[in-house]
């Protein structure tokens, strides 16, 4: 018989997680109500350009998933994996470097998103130098996670083990592979790929984000913390294994269904609408394991907030499990993309799914840290029901505002013409919607406030227990199968074993669907009109992503007739070839952009900028004035034209040091015609605006629409 062991589990790296995970969860929400109040009064951000909803939009995202929920990972890992596997967390001082690295993270985020300092890459706004960070800080949890499962106790590996490995694996796969970029300064870099390419690899990133960070790591808190706190076991172990490597197969691959209807070849976009309608199996198969986890208690889930959250959670998890594949279908997908359908869609999970599985665990974890009861239940189910008619409200609105926005604009008269020609109209429409989401958010937050009140009060009243003694054989290594062994247990107890397998099961798809898009050219075709951007238009172009125009306006216009008759020609992939970032967008709060170049003169856009309801009335676009007031900063500008000339823009030789006299040329030309139009500034060539102008009036204009046949 092994002789037992004393030991001692870490609990002030825990405290520590759930501390951050209680204050970020207050600033990301509150982060997030500003940005859906702007959407209603965008005079909200009272002119300053640091809090427009185009810079914030990006902050709130971050600070949700990677403030909020990353800590709340974190918390719910260090906890669960010194208990499941007998032993104490491999290194103290790697555990504390990997939270102090993290919140610094946050923290270098918070900083520059509202500068505007950003790759414009969806879930990865972050630049260069935060990006390496974030490969360190991963690395030093990784190291931590399989030091302490190769020294630990218990030589079977639970199943929330195994979504923890596969989550390391993953998300380092991911963050890799859509940051390869090459720097610039220390706060602008360019992606290798372009536009199609580009594409592709940020939605395999994009959504395996959601699939990887939000999704996999959660699913392993659920396995641990529902059984605990149900006081059951796991309804199904075969069915946990069944759930755990389709999941992680099956869900690298559905990345294009982002992209549906675009320029993505259509090979690409099937594969992945395929892959997204054959993840709600095993989607659903965690789900029903965790409620059927629940048999036998759900006299308990009345009385018990704990449950109350985690039943909600993951019945969230089940929703949007099943309308992200019907959001795949291609039929289905013409309606809801670019809509608030999405959005609504994405909070579903991450209001439902990541949040209240996290004040869940808060609730479960907080009263045994500090070896003391709950300070309140009441407020306990105060904040559950708040919590719940806040996502309802949130939610439902959208779905509502959704629908009306794509039948809105679809729709034709019987003489053949747009009904709701002018974009504004959809936006007059959905705005009460957007009111009700914001009471949504509004009670949302306060019910996050109840909780933050509520656990400081149980924190106050117990005494808390930094190292928790703990006993345990010592483990014996098992080599080998044994007869009548089930053969996933062979795997089960070699960690690194596990982390091959799962970094095989996740980089199939990921090399079926980028490789052909990279080695293949005639996934791209090229268009021989298409130049790439002027010194000035690049100059605008880079702009227009400091201030997160993308948040709101698309640049891609698919091949529907209400798209062609209301923006022009549709989007070809050779058109985008040149485009680092790409930025065709993901919600249209505003109309797309690709076919503007010539639609307005310089004149308009310039007005547009100084006053947008003034251009366009009942418009909820917030001003620019620092536009027209701040200068060009051109000393990064040769850099970027011998950057990108590198990557493949065809510049002649030596470029770099014609651009800037280009730029200042062309600058004056459109100052020239801006002061034509009574735009006095005897500074204008110098302005920020002019660039912008070139920019967008560039927009669509490198192919020629194809003549109208008439009668």
């Known amino acids: 018989m092994a002789q037992v062991e004393t030991f001692y589990y870490d609990n002030a790296i825990v405290r520590k997680f759930a501390y951050a995970t209680m204050l970020w969860a207050v600033v990301g929400m509150l982060v997030g109500l500003i940005a859906a109040f702007q959407l209603i009064w965008p005079e909200l951000n009272l002119g300053i350009p640091y809090t427009t909803f185009g810079r914030i939009r990006p902050l709130h995202t971050n600070a949700a998933i990677f403030a909020f929920v990353g800590n709340g990972i ?30 610094s993270i946050i923290v270098m985020a918070a900083l520059t998103l509202p500068l505007g300092i950003t790759s414009a890459k969806e879930y990865a706004e972050l630049e260069w130098p935060i990006d390496i960070a974030i490969a360190l800080v991963w690395v030093v949890f990784g190291i931590n996670m399989f030091g302490t499962i190769l ?39 360019y992606n290798i790929f372009a536009g199609v390419q580009d594409a592709l690899v940020q939605w395999w990133y994009g959504h395996n984000a959601v699939a990887f960070f939000l999704t996999t790591p959660y699913l392993g808190l659920m396995y641990y913390f529902l059984p605990k706190a149900a006081n059951r076991p796991v309804y199904s172990y075969r069915l946990s294994i069944i759930h755990f490597w389709a999941l992680i197969f099956i869900y690298i691959w559905a990345g294009p269904h982002h992209l549906l209807y675009t320029s993505l070849p259509d090979w690409a976009q099937s594969l992945g609408s395929v892959f997204s309608v054959m993840l709600i199996a095993p989607s659903w ?43 795949s279908i291609k039929s289905v997908n013409a309606i809801s993309h670019f809509t608030d359908w999405t959005i609504g869609h994405v909070h579903i999970g991450t209001l439902g799914w990541n949040g209240f ?48 926005q794509s039948l809105m604009w679809k729709e034709f008269t019987p003489d053949g013409f747009l009904k709701y020609g002018n974009f504004l109209e959809t936006v007059t429409q959905i705005m009460p919607m957007y009111y009700i989401r914001a009471l949504g958010g509004t009670l949302y937050f306060a019910g996050t406030l109840v909780m933050v009140y509520n656990l400081i009060a149980t924190i106050r009243q117990g005494s808390f227990i930094g190292d928790e003694a703990a006993e345990a054989p010592a483990r014996v290594a098992t080599d080998g199968t044994h007869k009548g062994e089930h053969w996933h247990r062979w795997i089960e107890r070699r960690p690194m074993q596990m982390l091959i397998g799962s970094a095989i099961a996740i980089l199939i798809g990921g090399i079926i669907e980028i490789s052909p898009m990279v080695m293949i050219e005639s996934n791209i075709p090229k268009i021989a009109s298409v130049k790439p951007y002027t010194p000035l238009e690049l100059h605008g172009r880079d702009l227009y992503i400091r201030e997160g125009c993308l948040g709101c306006h698309s640049q891609m216009v698919r091949p529907f007739r209400s798209e062609t008759e209301r923006y022009g020609e549709y989007s070809k992939s050779g058109e985008f070839i040149y485009d680092r970032p790409f930025l065709w967008g993901s919600k249209r709060t505003g109309p797309d952009l690709h076919r503007e170049g010539g639609k307005y003169p310089d004149s308009w856009h310039y007005n547009h900028m100084v006053d947008p309801q003034s251009m366009s009335p009942g418009s909820i676009m917030p001003a620019y004035p620092w536009l027209l007031r701040d200068e060009m900063d051109l000393g990064t500008m040769p850099k970027k034209i011998k950057v990108l000339t590198m990557l493949g823009t065809p510049y002649p030789e030596g470029y ?32 920020d605006i002019v660039a912008l102008i070139a920019y967008l009036q560039r927009l669509g204009t490198d192919i020629k629409p194809k003549p109208q046949v008439t009668n």
Request: charged letters at 20%; zero cysteines; glycine letters at 8%.
């Open 151 to 189: 020294k630990r106790r218990e030589n079977h590996m639970y199943v929330a083990i195994w979504f923890y490995i596969a989550t390391w694996i993953t998300v380092t796969v991911l963050h890799i592979g859509n940051n390869i970029e090459i720097p610039v300064s220390a706060t602008k870099s």
């Open 285 to 327: 198969g965690g789900m029903l394991n965790g409620l059927l986890t629940l048999r036998g208690a759900w006299d308990r889930v009345r009385q018990d907030p704990v449950l109350k959250f985690m039943v909600v959670a993951i019945t969230a998890y089940g929703m949007a499990t099943f309308e992200g594949p019907m959001l």
């Open 656 to 687: 770099e040091d014609q651009a800037v006299a280009d730029l200042k040329k062309q600058a004056s030309e459109v100052a020239e015609r801006l002061r034509k139009d009574g735009v006095e500034d005897d500074k204008l060539e110098k302005r």
């Open 357 to 404: 599985l996290t004040f869940g665990i808060l609730y479960w974890l907080i009263p045994r840290l500090f070896n003391t009861q709950l300070y309140s239940g009441k407020l306990a189910n105060a904040h559950f029901w708040i919590g719940t008619l806040g996502i309802a409200f949130y939610a439902i609105p959208l779905y509502w505002a959704g629908w009306a």
């Open 74 to 103: 974190y918390m719910g890992v260090y906890y669960s994996l010194q208990r499941l596997l007998k032993t104490r967390m491999f290194s103290n001082a790697l555990s504390n470097i990997h939270f102090w690295g993290w919140q």
